[in-house]
C-alpha cells in the first residue's frame, strides 16, 4: 500500500466511521474502485483505532465519569449506585455479543464477508430495515432510563457490524431508536458502546500489520492518525445533525451505492 492510497482510506474511515453508511464497506468499495485490491479487516481494525480515540478524546469528560464511577464501585457495594456505575456495566455486557461473535467468526469475517456483493446487499437491505425504524422513530428516551435488557440488545445489533455493509453505528442507533431512545441519546451510546470492541479488536489486529497480507507500519499508521482528525470533527457535525434530521438521506444513499456496486460487478468494471 503506498502513501497515497492510506491517505485516501484514512479520510474514508474517518468520514464514514461514525455514519449509518458502513466504514468497513467505504474502505473495501473505494480500494476496489481504485483497483487497489483489498486493504484488508487487520488494516480496517487497526485505522479504526484512530476514529475510537477520536471518541476517547470527544467524550472525554463523560468517559471519565464512567471509569471514575466503575473503579469506585469495584472498591465497594456502597459504590455501585448512579448513572455511571450503570452504563460501565451495562458497556461491559453489551460489548459481550460482538466479542464472542467476532471470535467464533473470525474465518468469515476475514474472508467471505468481505465480498463486495454481499457489502452491496448489506448496504441495501439494512438501509430498508434502518429507514423503516428510523421513519417511525418518537423516542424520546434518555440514557439515565438504560436498563440491562436494552443492554443486551444494543450490543446485539452492534454485532451485526461484523458484515461490512451494516455499519456499527447505523446498527446500534436504529436498535437505539426501536427501544424508544432519543436520536442523540442512541448515537452517543453507540459511539461508546464502540470503544471496548474497537480498541479490543484493532489491538488484537495490530500484530498482522506489515505482514505478508497486511500493509506496512508507515501506510497503516499515516491512514489511523488521519482518521482520528477526521473521525473527530465527524462526531461533533453528526451529533448536532442528528437534533434535527432523520436518517433518510443516509438510506437513499446506501441504496444507491449498493445498487452501482451491484452494476459495477455484474459489469465488470470491478471485481471482488
Same mark, same amino acid.
Do not use: C
Given at each position: ?51 475510537? $480515540? =477520536? +471518541? &476517547?478524546?470527544?467524550?472525554? /469528560? *463523560? ?7 466503575? %473503579? !469506585?464501585?469495584? #472498591? ?21 455479543? $460482538? =466479542? +464472542? &461473535?467476532?471470535?467464533?467468526? /473470525? *474465518? ?7 465480498? %463486495? !456483493?454481499?457489502? #452491496? ?24 432510563? &438504560? ?126
Amino acid at each position: 500500500m503506498s502513501f497515497f492510497e492510506s491517505i485516501v482510506l484514512g479520510v474514508v474511515q474517518g468520514l464514514t466511521e461514525f455514519l449509518p453508511i458502513s466504514s468497513n464497506a467505504h474502505m473495501r468499495i473505494t480500494a476496489a474502485l481504485f483497483g487497489w485490491g483489498d486493504p484488508g479487516a487487520a488494516f480496517s481494525a487497526v485505522t479504526q483505532i484512530g476514529t475510537e $480515540i =477520536a +471518541v &476517547l478524546l470527544y467524550f472525554r /469528560k *463523560d468517559i471519565l465519569h464512567i471509569v471514575k464511577a466503575f %473503579l !469506585k464501585g469495584l #472498591a465497594g457495594r456502597a459504590h455501585r449506585q448512579g448513572n455511571d456505575w450503570r452504563l460501565a456495566i451495562f458497556i461491559i455486557i453489551g460489548s459481550l455479543p $460482538i =466479542a +464472542v &461473535l467476532g471470535i467464533a467468526l /473470525k *474465518d468469515p469475517i476475514e474472508n467471505q464477508f468481505r465480498s %463486495l !456483493k454481499i457489502i #452491496a446487499l448489506s448496504l441495501i437491505f439494512f438501509a430498508v430495515i434502518i429507514g423503516l425504524i428510523d421513519r417511525r422513530a418518537k423516542g424520546t428516551r434518555e440514557l439515565t432510563s &438504560l436498563t440491562l435488557s436494552d443492554s443486551i440488545k444494543f450490543g446485539l445489533a452492534q454485532s451485526l457490524a461484523l458484515i461490512p455493509g451494516v455499519s456499527r453505528s447505523g446498527g446500534t442507533i436504529a436498535a437505539g431508536l426501536a427501544l424508544g431512545y432519543s436520536r442523540v441519546a442512541a448515537a452517543r451510546y453507540s459511539f461508546l458502546l464502540a470503544i471496548p470492541a474497537v480498541l479490543g479488536s484493532g489491538g488484537l489486529e495490530l500484530r498482522k500489520i506489515g505482514g505478508a497480507d497486511s500493509p506496512a507500519w508507515g501506510p497503516t499508521f499515516l491512514a489511523t492518525i488521519i482518521a482520528f482528525g477526521v473521525g473527530y470533527l465527524v462526531i461533533a457535525w453528526f451529533l448536532k445533525f442528528l437534533t434535527t434530521h432523520t436518517f433518510r438521506g443516509f438510506m437513499v444513499y446506501r441504496v444507491t451505492l449498493g445498487l452501482a456496486v451491484l452494476t459495477a460487478l455484474g459489469t465488470g468494471v470491478i471485481s471482488g
